[in-house]
């Protein structure tokens, strides 16, 4: 995640406040530590996606650990499994609001969201808040989703990350579904699966 092209994840949230801890999580997924791995699955499955909701950390967090199947770079088949899961998570989230205008929610007129965000994230109360996350983490909420359109914008782009992150899902499924682990490769068809139908749906294009 040292790439001068990766995303500022301390600009992007995640369930539990500012994201600012997801790249040393996603490092970690490849890594030879079990217990490091296990932990940033365990991250991705609470704090990505919290029980079916996205974040706008989501999408970004998805693109890179679609790569790194893509790369064959997770040598742990259960590791793989686990992470294929979560992709299928992701593609069942880009179907959210497919009824719904997301592009329009996403950006409202007049506003920037993005810059909003990043103002409040960067300011001083934030970071005081921040410092503190287990105890305060409803105040950081508070602080960025008591806007109502803000809270609207916020999630739309988290759907949209989960839409834009579906070519490289299917990649990565379809790359994981050549491996020798049975048990990978099944994951890997109902992910494909999962990714290829939210494709296909009659939603909004992002």
């Known amino acids: 995640m040292n790439s001068s092209n990766a995303p500022r994840f301390d600009l992007l949230l995640h369930a539990y406040g500012r994201a600012a801890d997801t790249p040393g999580h996603l490092d970690a997924l490849a890594a030879e530590d079990p217990t490091a791995r296990d932990a940033a699955v365990y991250h991705l499955n609470s704090a990505i996606v919290h029980q079916g909701t996205p974040w706008t950390a989501t999408g970004p967090a ?13 040598a742990d088949g259960a590791t793989l499994v686990e992470l294929l899961r ?3 998570e992701v593609a069942e989230s880009a179907a959210i609001g497919a009824e719904d205008d997301i592009e329009s929610l996403a950006r409202p007129a007049g506003r920037d969201i993005e810059a909003e965000v990043a103002a409040m994230l960067e300011s001083d109360d934030v970071d005081a808040v921040d410092d503190d996350r287990e105890e305060d983490d409803e105040d950081v909420a508070y602080l960025l989703y008591e806007d109502e359109v803000r809270a609207d914008a916020l999630f739309a782009h988290a759907v949209l990350g989960c839409r834009a ?10 790359y994981a579904g050549t491996h020798p682990d049975e048990r990978v490769r099944a994951e890997a068809a109902e992910t494909l699966a999962a990714a290829t139908a939210a494709l296909t749906a009659d939603t909004p294009p992002h």
């Open 62 to 74: 998805t693109e890179y650990v679609s790569a790194i199947i893509r790369r064959g770079a997770v």
């Open 86 to 88: 979560f992709l299928g």
């Open 165 to 174: 992150a579906l070519p490289g899902i299917v990649a990565a499924a379809a």
